[in-house]
């Protein structure tokens, strides 16, 4: 047992990581905080949390992990972005269309913003902002590889827990969500969450956190003796059993983009700690097999609900490609300013057409790429993208040049490989729950992936 004298004590930011860990491990309780109470309660505590980090900043009891220059120039292409999203609630540049059907239908003159819907714009607005600061809280206060490790590790805990209570309730027969009846995906493991997609991304980024977790447990053991790698494999045991838990609920969800989405996140990390230096090629090479191995079996166990739907007719035989068709249309006709950050669903309705026949409302645009397009015009647009893309290029970058906790980028990389990738077919990264998830881990691994000497260290 440690002596109480050499124990660490927490520290300033010690407490401020434990309470942004707290808010992002809860965020997903309240149906993905995908409801306008839950996620402004997870915004309210952001920007509370925020404040309180700025107050013990002031007061100097709470010091920064990186230098405000390394933030520059992301925060400037986000900054702009935001920024034409407030411009897109006057009527400076151009109204939208919408807002002329409206007042001809009405007899009246209405405001004219170049938003085609003010009140989601000043939302998306507010959204956007409290993701920015738990990218920034993360990169602060995770840059303590102490910090870093205890928080992923309590994300990898917390979404096994989610996945047993998902799987338990999938196995037990019982169609709800917490204590509400399920409204759809009757059949379908989605846990806290409502969609079977939503749901299986969050396993998948939990497997991919325990499979790191395994993988950095076999790590810190690797030049050590035979008996110490006995004991190696006993402490990551847990680790695996959890990333196959996790699996299972990805399998249970039934969402064929989860599964494929989970499996891209999966080679991705170890990739990426292969060019870390963290694995060899040929253990890498044995991953990958047992991988494939562990998945095909496990897809024919459990899997035969997610086998039928990935054999029968999909959605791209359906809705989808003239969503993409029309959504770029929209793009066609307002190619620098947009619709309206936000405003998707409203500015949509103007171009929907026969093509899509069925009685439902079209709020995303199941490409969420296409969609920062459509709602910013391709300038601000591309700014708010670039400014995604560039922290999750320093941390490829970091791989390469720091020789110690290269884990933590390689983990950022595998999540953004996820949410990234199934962004291009759907909108689960515009979950609330999810959103704020990917920014504590990208957080955690930008913070890590700059140099010592790179970086004034204080705690």
């Not at 509370?48 to 100097?60: D, F, I, M, N, P």
């Not at 076999?218 to 003796?225: D, G, I, K, L, V």
């Not at 709602?375 to 720091?402: E, S």
């Amino acid at each position: 047992m440690t002596p109480p004298s050499s124990r660490r004590r927490w520290s300033a930011n010690d407490g401020l990581f434990f309470l942004l860990s707290a808010i992002v491990l809860l965020a997903p309780l309240p149906l993905g905080a995908n409801r306008l109470w839950s996620w402004n309660l997870m915004a309210v505590s952001v920007a509370a949390l925020s404040l309180l980090w700025v107050g013990l900043r002031w007061q100097g009891r709470c010091s920064p992990g990186l230098p405000a220059h390394l933030f520059r120039l992301p925060a400037l292409l986000y900054a702009v972005a935001l920024g034409w999203g407030v411009m897109q609630l006057t009527s400076w540049f151009g109204s939208s269309p919408i807002w002329n059907d409206a007042s001809t239908a009405l007899g009246q003159p209405l405001p004219a913003p170049l938003s085609a819907d003010p009140a989601k714009t000043v939302d998306a607005l507010l959204r956007l902002t409290s993701y920015a600061l738990v990218f920034f809280l993360a990169a602060q206060l995770g840059r303590q590889p102490h910090r870093a490790a205890r928080g992923l590790k309590s994300l990898a805990i917390g979404i096994t827990l989610y996945g047993l209570y998902a799987l338990a309730v999938c196995l037990s027969g019982q169609e709800t969500i917490l204590w509400l009846d399920k409204w759809t995906y009757p059949g379908d493991a989605t846990g806290t969450f409502v969609g079977r997609a939503a749901f299986g991304a969050f396993a998948g980024i939990g497997a991919v956190l325990c499979q790191a977790m395994a993988l950095r447990q076999a790590r810190s053991h690797r030049h050590a003796p035979p008996m110490a790698h006995s004991l190696s494999v006993r402490r990551s045991a847990p680790w695996v059993l959890a990333a196959v838990i996790l699996w299972c609920a990805v399998l249970v969800s039934h969402s064929r983009g989860a599964l494929l989405v989970t499996g891209l996140a999966s080679v991705t990390l170890l990739l990426a700690a292969t060019v870390g230096q963290m694995i060899r090629w040929r253990v890498t090479l044995i991953m990958l097999a047992a991988l494939v191995g562990g998945g095909s079996a496990s897809l024919l166990t459990i899997g035969q609900a997610t086998i039928a739907r990935m054999s029968g007719e999909g959605d791209w035989q359906g809705d989808r490609p003239n969503l993409m068709r029309l959504a770029w249309d929209a793009v066609t006709d307002r190619p620098w300013t947009g619709h309206g950050l936000g405003a998707f669903e409203q500015a949509f309705s103007i171009y929907r057409d026969v093509s899509l026949p069925r009685d439902v409302i079209y709020d995303y645009a199941h490409n969420s790429w296409l969609e920062v397009i459509v709602d910013l015009g391709w300038p601000a647009g591309l700014c708010l993208l670039l400014a995604v893309c560039w922290p999750v290029a320093r941390c490829a970058i970091g791989l390469r040049q720091r020789h110690q906790g290269q884990l933590y980028p390689a983990i950022a990389l595998a999540v953004a490989a996820l949410l990234g990738s199934q962004a291009i077919i759907d909108f689960t990264i515009q979950i609330p729950a999810l959103t704020i998830l990917w920014a504590y881990c990208l957080g955690i691994g930008y913070g890590q992936s700059w140099p010592t000497a790179q970086v004034t260290e204080a705690d």
